[in-house]
């Protein structure tokens, strides 16, 4: 796309947010401390954070989960880059957005809704939260959910260790688990 | 959710936002085409999600296109006039005499037909928006006609 001026492409993204006819807006957020994200919200709320995004991918999933009308519409996102910066800046504990896990497994969505309760700060175990699912058995595939969380950072995966303390994994590599324990003061 | 070959829209745009500006630029002029141009891809979000595949979406959104400048033309003259107007100058009465006849042709004949006798596009354009080439939309033009007149006489 090279020919159209970019106040008229603007203004017709800005026109398709407006228009409720979006099934998911999304925008791209180049230069966050943990690196690119790609961030979408539907009509009823925030459905994808996604760490070093590869946009046709990410839209193809997009587009399977919530239907075909995915479209860059920066606007659309304001206050979840509001909240996200706070949060990077160390101002924000809470995020205060509404989440869309439709297309989340009901298994799955059960985990991370437990893992709502674990506060800023505070680490829990993957063993931990499976026994507080209901399935104490169940750790190996508290492992899976947090791999396959739609929204890390925002439901926070990245406070869930080893028994023995150690880091263990995370979708968006052990770095950012480090850098974002780190921010919130839970390692040192 | 996902129907068949139908791409993200952000995709469907990247892919022919320049061409839609071009052709409506040439054909209702830099002036206008900046409205048109937001109608058309408003017009084509909103019939997205009913989309059934994913083929020929050059050649629709280009009919959105060319719909939405008859369209403009039509808020801005008032109907009365119309008749008056020599034909081939207006595309409005060729393209609703046209439309309803092709109904039943397969889809690239009467996408090749409407664009071509509709709304005078070249055959290139029309290849171009059917994903094709020059040759292959004049034969499906052609075919369309023929198409058409056998039904014609068979009435």
């Known amino acids: 796309m090279t020919g159209v001026p970019t106040v008229l492409d603007e203004r017709f993204r800005a026109a398709a947010a407006a228009s409720g006819d979006l099934d998911v807006a999304y925008d791209l957020l180049d230069d966050t401390p943990v690196g690119p994200l790609l961030v979408g919200v539907s009509d009823r709320g925030l459905c994808r954070v996604g760490f070093d995004p590869e946009p046709e991918a990410e839209l193809e999933r997009l587009a399977r989960s919530f239907g075909p009308r995915v479209l860059r519409t920066p606007r659309a996102l304001d206050r979840v880059r509001l909240e996200l910066d706070e949060y990077f800046a160390g101002r924000r504990h809470a995020f205060d957005l509404e989440l869309d896990l439709r297309a989340t497994p009901e298994f799955h969505r059960r985990v991370l809704e437990e893992l709502t309760r674990v506060e800023y700060g505070h680490t829990t175990t993957y063993g931990a939260l499976a026994l507080q699912v209901g399935a104490p058995r169940a750790a190996r595939a508290v492992g899976t959910v947090m791999n396959r969380n739609p929204l890390p950072i925002v439901l926070p995966c990245h406070r869930v260790v080893g028994a023995n303390g150690s880091l263990t994994g995370y979708g968006g590599g052990l770095d950012r688990k480090e850098w974002l324990l780190r921010l919130e003061g839970a390692i040192l | ?155």
């Open chain 2, 1 to 155: 959710m996902a129907r068949t070959g139908i791409p993200p829209f952000e995709l469907f745009y990247e892919a022919h936002s320049d061409e839609v500006l071009a052709f409506l630029r040439r054909r209702a002029g830099r002036a206008r085409a900046d409205d048109l141009f937001q109608e058309t891809f408003l017009r084509a979000l909103r019939a997205y999600g009913r989309l059934e595949h994913g083929e020929h979406l050059r050649a629709w959104v280009l009919t959105i296109a060319a719909n939405a400048i008859v369209d403009a033309a039509r808020r801005e003259r008032p109907t009365v006039e119309l008749p008056a107007e020599p034909a081939g100058e207006d595309m409005r009465p060729a393209v609703e005499e046209l439309a309803p006849l092709t109904d039943d042709l397969p889809p690239k004949e009467r996408a090749a037909v409407v664009l071509r006798y509709g709304y005078d596009l070249d055959y290139d354009e029309i290849g171009a928006a059917l994903g094709s080439n020059e040759q292959a939309a004049r034969q499906a033009a052609s075919a369309g006609v023929r198409r058409l007149r056998k039904e014609k006489e068979s009435r």
